[in-house]
């Protein structure tokens, strides 16, 4: 019997050379390429009928972007055609070295001066989470973070949060101001009436305790909302 062909694979070498997302990432650097071409640059070889760089766009289309690909769990990934378990390592290390350089705090207690900074601290992580969640960054007296951790999951208004839950972090770790965070799941950081509630609720109690609440932010997918800055349940 005759050698039976063998099953092409797709390399990126096989690209014209100013279309090969190394060349092109050697030449113009990282922040000209695409989301599919960093991609490509991990996954290396294509599969079947498929190069590199179409896996890679094929794999943030099936993802919805890369908020569904942070979002994927290993063994899912390791099912998509052309992945297996080195592949969908590759991916998902880049991915959660990604979502630690964004919550990297450079030197040590750094001070929050601006709703974008706060924002900052927390919206890699937050604008992928599936269900609502509430945190609260704690600060000291000179405005500089003590920790943020998480207080609620779940549905999240006026009614449910219990404001001596919420300012309990805050007395314990003797803070001076806190800024709450919320996520909207749907993408869509649009303050809800009870988002608007709810803070008016908080700003009062932090009078009565002493723990300033500097803003409330709630994180979308890729935008976030500053109610201070909106007027909304700030005096």
Known sequence: MGDSPRTPRYLIRDLPIMDRPRER????GPRALT???LIAILLRTGTRGLSALQLAQALL???HGLSGLQAMPFHELCGRPG??????????AAVELGRRFASARPGDRPAIKSPEEAAGLL?????MLEQETMRVILLDTRNRVIRDPMVYQGSLNASVVRVGELFREAVRANAAALIVAHNHPSGDPTPSPEDVAMTRTLVEAGRILDIEVLDHLVIGK???VSLKAQGLGFP
């Open 25 to 28: 990432l050697a030449a113009l």
């Open 35 to 37: 989301e599919a071409e």
């Open 61 to 63: 289309a099936e993802a």
């Open 83 to 92: 992945l297996g378990p080195a592949k969908a390592a590759q991916v998902l």
């Open 123 to 127: 919206q890699y992580e937050m604008s």
């Open 222 to 224: 890729g935008r976030w």
